[in-house]
């Protein structure tokens, strides 16, 4: 999986680098991956995921066993 968050499903964007002379070039914006261990309890296991920023803060929301819940559901292997 390239640069993709396993729990937002936030992708790289493209787009033109434009400089001051409005010359345009390709570029790509990055997601903020990280790679996070979470302790699961429902599965009793550590989890590996690579994450965003974003998708870090949304499990601080909803709760790990949630999140897991719903890739397992989505057929994600974890």
Same mark, same amino acid.
């Given at each position: 999986?390239? @640069?993709?968050? /396993?729990?937002? *499903?936030?992708?790289?964007?493209? !787009? &033109?680098?434009?400089? &001051?002379? &409005?010359?345009?070039? +390709? ?5 903020? =991956? /990280?790679? +996070? ?5 429902? =599965?009793?296991? &550590?989890?590996? #995921?690579?994450?965003?920023?974003? @998708? $870090? +803060?949304?499990?601080?929301?909803? !709760? $790990? ?5 719903? #890739? #397992?559901?989505? *057929?994600?292997?974890?």
């Amino acid at each position: 999986m390239s @640069g993709i968050c /396993q729990v937002t *499903g936030a992708a790289p964007t493209f !787009g &033109h680098a434009v400089s &001051h002379s &409005h010359r345009r070039t +390709k570029r790509r914006w990055n997601v903020n =991956l /990280q790679t +996070k261990r979470y302790w699961v309890p429902s =599965l009793s296991r &550590h989890v590996t #995921l690579r994450v965003s920023a974003r @998708g $870090i +803060k949304s499990i601080d929301r909803r !709760g $790990i066993d949630a999140v897991v819940a719903q #890739l #397992l559901a989505r *057929g994600e292997r974890i």
